[in-house]
Structures are given as structure tokens and as C-alpha cells.
């Protein structure tokens, strides 16, 4: 699996009707991967896939997170506005809803998920459900 059959993955997931858009943008650097909308809320988010979990714990996870795609990232909190970043392995990810995005093998397999389970947190918050 990589990047692109990551979000497929997860997009699979979603409810048809959910507004998304997978961005590709050559002209902007930094831009985040996906877009969706709601009637309660956006939300951009920035996903990387790795093939291969490091085997020891304290290990920091190694993604291709650039400095523009972070900058948007940090922007995007700094305004208030959602932005997640989601990493996959194997058949499970870990959504970083702010922005501590130093994520150990440890803590990866502590919280994460399925992409099912994803794709329904990403549907909940922009319907409003559990949104504070």
C-alpha cells in the first residue's frame, strides 16, 4: 500500500453523500492532501503512509511531513481552523488532531485505529456530532 491507496482506503468509508476532495495541487507547496465538508464544520487533512512500523517502541516515526505541508498545518490551528494529520501502517491509522506530531511506534499502537473507525471520526466532526 501507499499514500494514494491510503486515503482510498479510508475514503471507501465514507458516506457518499459527505463533500470531499482530494486535492492535488503542483502550483502550491505544503497544500493538505484532503478537504471535507459539512453542515457543521471543515476540515483539511494531511495523510502519510508507512510501510513498516519501527519494531522498538521509543522510535519517532519517520514520515515525508515537508516543512510547507507543517507550516499549513500550524497555520490552520493558529486561525482555529481543523486540521488533521493522519498516519497509516499496515491496516491501521493514528489521527493527530493538534499539533504535537512527534508520534513513537508506542504511541501509534496505543491509539490507533481502523480506517473505518477513521473515516467515521472524520464524518462525525464535520456533521457536528461531538464537536465542542
Keep these: 500500500m501507499n499514500e494514494h491507496s491510503f486515503i ?8 457518499s453523500e459527505l463533500f470531499r476532495w482530494k486535492i492535488h495541487d503542483t502550483y ?9 465538508l459539512g453542515p457543521a464544520s471543515a476540515l483539511f487533512i494531511e495523510y502519510k503512509y508507512l510501510k513498516k512500523l519501527p519494531a522498538r517502541p521509543t522510535t ?5 511531513l ?7 498545518l500550524n497555520r490552520l490551528h493558529d486561525y482555529g481552523f481543523p486540521g488533521w494529520y493522519v498516519i497509516g501502517a499496515e491496516d491501521r491509522c493514528i ?3 493538534d499539533t504535537q506530531r512527534v508520534i513513537t511506534t508506542a504511541r501509534f499502537l496505543r491509539d490507533c485505529i481502523s480506517f473505518k473507525e477513521a473515516a467515521c ?3 462525525a466532526f ?7
Aim: avoid cysteine; charge should be positive; aromatic fraction near 12%.
Design 8 to 15: 482510498k482506503a479510508v475514503h471507501r468509508y465514507l458516506p
Design 28 to 36: 502550491a507547496g505544503g497544500v493538505p492532501d484532503a478537504f471535507y
Design 60 to 64: 519517532i516515526l519517520r514520515t515525508s
Design 66 to 72: 515537508s516543512k510547507q505541508q507543517e507550516l499549513w
Design 95 to 97: 489521527l493527530v488532531k
Design 121 to 123: 471520526q472524520i464524518y
Design 126 to 132: 464535520v456533521q457536528g456530532e461531538g464537536n465542542e
